[in-house]
Nanobody, 127 residues
Framework: QVQLVESGGGPVQAGGSLRLSCAES????????IAWFRQFPGKEREGVAA????????FYSDSVKGRFAISPDNAKSTVYLQMNNLEPDDTAIYYC????????????????????WGQGTQVTVSS
């Protein structure tokens, strides 16, 4: 049973843009936290951006703030991650994750707080 599906990754040159999509079918129609993580080789997954679809509250890591934008299309149960001005250091596997409830009124950004994950999509930025 497919529940989270990412798409939109691929190769891009530095300074370019990509839009990742996360189609979710776990909590269809209910407000939820959808977060994007990325994982570098040999490293733990790090939170990049998160959104609570109930009210649109967002979070961004300092490394992507001002360059990435997370947005929902609730009618399609899809969350997008628009990535602009990409840098070689953004090269990683990107995962989306979902959970139903916030923690302390915010979507958590630690991987340990999410049980539902997509398969990941590779983003490769060349200089």
């Amino acid at each position: 049973q497919v529940q989270l599906v990412e798409s939109g990754g691929g190769p891009v040159q530095a300074g370019g843009s990509l839009r990742l999509s996360c189609a979710e079918s776990i909590y269809s129609g209910r407000p939820k936290c959808i977060a994007w993580f990325r994982q570098f080789p040999g490293k733990e997954r790090e939170g990049v951006a998160a959104i609570y679809t109930g009210n649109g509250d967002t979070f961004y890591s300092d490394s992507v703030k001002g360059r990435f934008a997370i947005s929902p299309d609730n009618a399609k149960s899809t969350v997008y991650l628009q990535m602009n001005n990409l840098e070689p250091d953004d090269t990683a596997i990107y995962y989306c994750a979902a959970r139903l409830f916030r923690l302390d009124w915010a979507c958590p950004t630690g991987a340990k707080y999410y049980d539902n994950w997509g398969q990941g999509t590779q983003v490769t930025v060349s200089s």
